[in-house]
């Protein structure tokens, strides 16, 4: 088998054998290092590569280059070698277009020049790149095919649970012949869609997403019934305690509901995360923490609803939707919390079909020429307008105050401020969304005047309120009056611990009022609604189930 390559663009040949001779002296023994010196050569030699089969592992472009810079060859590079990771070779002067291209073409990293000593500089880099390629890009491809209705909300949840989760596939909509081919030749019809037409030829008609987890090889059932810790959510809190109490040698299974990364799964790029100059994508972000949890040990089950938690002697015992029970000594509920439904006529009856929460990120090519609608003031929303600006001919921030500065952060409003095709509408907000099976057109209102006026819309993405997923938790342990779970000094109130809690101490930091039950990340009453404090708190809480386990 042929070795995987390096590839180094530069147009300077001084500069192109040096890197060339470097990454050699490392990597020559397990990778084939291919140099060349304009983008077009590179993707010359590229499509060369592709034709006999040999994969290309990284690629190192410099970002000054004549007739075709950098961001411009990898961006043409990604359609040729898909899989193949990214990384910019820039000057000082240039840091800020390596950033912005960080965000269009999804460079993994950026290198300054010179890179001397390599070892502190170059290696680092390369390797990670590297790590990150054997991890999702070495295998061949075996793509999943989904067959559905681009106005079908059982459609866009399908493709969107598959995006989520990492899994490849293909989508084809019955309305192209491909799509109506598929459909026939499975012996179905429009009312089975979504059709998810698995590796092996396997046909699912309009599958839960329990089904298509079991279907794609997500894990869904527990490999035992007893663990040290069951972590319940997969957002970056849930993830932080898995990684931390798989890596301190508890047996760890986190259950989460539809896939992990929560939130900030769906975020395009997260700028302000401590260690990440470049900014991170919550896919990137999530994918590296599931990595490093199943390197510990750490079980993941995917599609899972938790609907119980129960205290019997020492056990807590969780109860999923279909009946069954896992147990473990401690818990951390770390379940988030989800956008709040936007109140506005034709809204509920639109969800899946033009009107979306979140950033929905598989939207995205389908939002070409469109004028987009993003709802809410947040980072989130700020995160979803600077990405959607790629694809849309317009987009339009809706913000019910008089501005964004108490809800957004600084940098992000300076990136929508500097971006032609981004427009912000403060006191603004729906009264109405209207359309023909899908959505076409809003009624926005002028929350100062009560002026109503109708603009068309292709899409709309709300990114407002959050609202935890704590309904199943009443009678269990105590909430606050908006379903969030206080821990803690937040438990004992003029000196008093809340009632029915059995052990002569008071609740732990982040520990709920069932001892043993521990807190982490947005569900939590209080705590601060950022990816840093939420994975501080997942660790954090690690900490405490050991100190509990001590106590036992």
């Given at each position: ?22 990454l ?30 040999e ?19 990898l ?19 240039d ?37 990150t ?91 035992i ?66 990595r ?23 056990a ?90 108490a ?26 969304a ?25 899409s ?36 008093e ?20 039950v521990?807190?982490a ?20 809480a ?11």
């Amino acid at each position: 088998m042929a070795k995987p390559v390096l590839m180094t663009v530069d147009d300077d040949p001084g500069v192109s054998r040096s890197v060339a001779r470097d990454l050699r002296r490392r990597y020559g023994e397990e990778f084939r290092v291919v140099r060349a010196e304009s983008g077009h050569d590179a993707l010359d030699a590229l499509r060369e590569l592709a034709l006999r089969g040999e994969p290309v592992a990284a690629i190192l472009a410099d970002y000054r280059m004549p007739e075709m810079n950098g961001i411009d060859f990898l961006e043409a590079a990604m359609d040729i070698a898909p899989h193949a990771r990214r990384a910019l070779l820039t000057a000082y002067a240039d840091t800020d277009a390596a950033i912005r291209a960080i965000n269009v073409v999804d460079v993994d990293h950026y290198l300054l020049k010179p890179w001397d000593p390599p070892e502190e500089k170059l290696y680092p880099v390369i390797d990670a790149l590297v790590e990150t390629w054997r991890a999702v890009g070495v295998r061949p491809v075996e793509e999943t095919r989904l067959v559905g209705h681009r106005w079908s909300a059982e459609s866009f949840g399908a493709r969107d649970f598959l995006a989520r989760n990492s899994v490849p596939y293909r989508w084809y909509s019955i309305d192209e012949p491909e799509g109506a081919r598929l459909l026939e030749a499975a012996g179905a019809g429009p009312d089975d869609v979504p059709l998810l037409i698995t590796t092996d030829g396997t046909v699912l008609r309009n599958p839960s997403e329990s089904e298509i987890a079991g279907a794609v090889g997500l894990s869904t059932d527990p490999a035992i019934d007893f663990y040290d810790l069951i972590v319940i959510g997969g957002g970056p809190a849930g993830l932080g305690s898995a990684v931390y109490g798989a890596s301190e040698g508890l047996r760890t299974v986190l259950v989460e509901r539809q896939a992990t990364g929560g939130q900030a799964g769906q975020s395009s790029r997260i700028e302000n995360y401590l260690g990440f100059p470049d900014g991170v994508s919550g896919a990137q972000l999530t994918d590296r923490a599931r990595r490093q949890a199943a390197k510990f040990g750490a079980e993941v089950l995917t599609a899972r609803d938790v609907l119980g938690l129960e205290a019997r002697g020492s056990a807590r015992v969780v109860r999923f939707g279909d009946g069954s029970e896992i147990a473990a000594h401690a818990v951390v509920l770390a379940t988030g919390v989800s956008y709040r439904s936007l109140d506005a006529p034709g809204v509920t009856e639109l969800t899946g079909r033009g009107v979306y929460y979140g950033s929905a990120a598989t939207e995205a090519p389908a939002c070409a020429g469109q004028h987009v609608y993003i709802v809410g003031g947040a980072n989130s929303a700020g995160q979803a307008a600077v990405f959607f600006s790629r694809h849309a001919d317009t987009v339009t921030v809706l913000v019910r105050g008089s501005g964004l500065e108490a809800s957004m952060s600084t940098y992000l409003i300076k990136q929508l401020d500097a971006i032609d095709n981004v427009n912000v509408r403060t006191g603004t907000e729906v009264a109405q969304a209207c359309g023909d099976g899908h959505l076409q057109w809003l009624v926005l209102s002028d929350r100062a005047s009560g002026e109503k006026q109708e603009v068309e819309a292709g899409s709309m993405f709300v990114f407002i309120g959050a609202a935890p997923r704590t309904d199943w938790l009443d009678g269990v342990l105590v909430r606050d009056d908006r379903g969030f779970v206080p821990t803690g000094p937040d438990l004992v109130v003029g000196g008093e611990r809340p009632s029915g809690w059995p052990l002569d101490r008071d609740p732990y930091h982040l520990e709920s009022s069932v001892p043993g039950v521990f807190v982490a990340g947005d569900v939590r009453a209080e705590s601060v609604k950022r990816v840093a404090s939420a994975v501080g708190e997942g660790a954090m809480a690690v900490t405490l189930v050991h100190r509990y386990l001590a106590d036992q």
